[in-house]
């Protein structure tokens, strides 16, 4: 009777975090579409933008998120994937092994503003890249990083051991077993990952103020050691430096708008992958 009452007050419990969770989305989206909906424009969305940025568009922060974002994961992801591989593949267990992800699982823990002085230290005054795209999309690839390692060691974790046995018997090496077999079985949890990491990625300012965005930039990058704008910056500079701050307002809740379609819009795609992919396996 007791066992009962426990797990209905727990369920109940994880019923109504899900439902705060939930209705916080939804107001907050609502709360956004109200006041912005009305400046997203087919202009808005393919101009740089104008007079002070009071008017015209944000089409080179669109584009600079999008940059940023696939770059992070273009960073993230191999690095990641190896990472995870050797932790739980090839790693003896142990001391060091423990330490190890107990470094990795804080690091996923530390405030973007860090990673963004680390990437401005490291990559743009050590290595003198300097305020660019490639700055940038390391110091996100870095900051996404201990998320991507975790989702995909739990990933490989959660493939059947029968699965490397039956490879191994036969006759496949070790390696031949872990690309051929392993990770493709342990795919859609690692997209998974990459999911979380892209999400992330396209909504932090902290790390791209100090490596890669600037303030006013209206035309597009021709490399990637070029400057660039991006949407999380762009509405910090409207909410808090611009010269016409409430005259922008309504741009400030259009680029909100934007940045969150935008999110979605990579998200949606990365999960309609993973569950082809799955269903490719089955």
């Known amino acids: ?16 975090a899900a439902t705060v969770n939930a209705a ?33 568009g944000i089409l080179p922060c669109i584009v600079g998120t999008l940059v940023l974002s696939l770059g992070a994961m273009g960073v993230a992801m191999p690095v990641g994937v190896a990472s995870a591989v050797y932790l739980n593949e090839y790693a003896c267990g142990g001391r060091l092994l423990r330490i190890i992800r107990l470094g990795i699982n804080n690091l996923a823990g530390v405030p973007s503003i860090v990673f963004g002085l680390f990437g401005l230290s490291f990559f743009v005054i050590y290595l003198k890249i300097g305020v660019s795209i490639l700055a940038g999309a390391l110091t996100l690839g870095v900051m996404t990083l201990p998320v991507m390692i975790g ?24 390696f031949q077993t872990i690309f051929r077999v392993v990770l493709p079985a342990a795919m859609p949890g690692i997209l998974t990952g990459g999911i979380l990491g892209l999400s992330r990625a396209a909504g932090e300012t902290a790390p791209i103020m100090f490596t890669a965005a600037v303030f006013f ?6 490399s990637i050691f070029d ?17 016409e701050i409430e005259k922008t307002r309504p741009l400030q809740y259009g680029t909100s708008l934007v940045l969150i379609a935008l999110v979605l819009g990579m998200t949606l795609a990365a999960i309609l992958y993973r569950t082809r992919l799955r269903r490719r396996m089955r």
């Open 217 to 222: 930039r209206p035309d597009l990058p021709e």
């Open 1 to 16: 009777m007791i066992r009962k009452l426990q797990q209905h007050v727990f369920f109940n419990l994880f019923r109504a």
């Open 151 to 174: 989702a995909t060691e739990e990933a490989l974790k959660a493939v059947p051991d029968t699965y490397r046995e039956a490879s191994l018997a036969l006759g496949a090496t070790k």
């Open 24 to 56: 916080a989305l939804i107001l907050l989206t609502g709360f956004i579409l109200l006041k912005g909906w009305r400046a997203v424009t087919w202009t808005f969305l393919t101009q740089p933008p104008l007079d002070s940025m009071t008017r015209g």
């Open 227 to 243: 400057e660039i704008m991006a949407l999380p910056y762009h509405i910090y500079v409207l909410a808090t430096a611009g010269t």
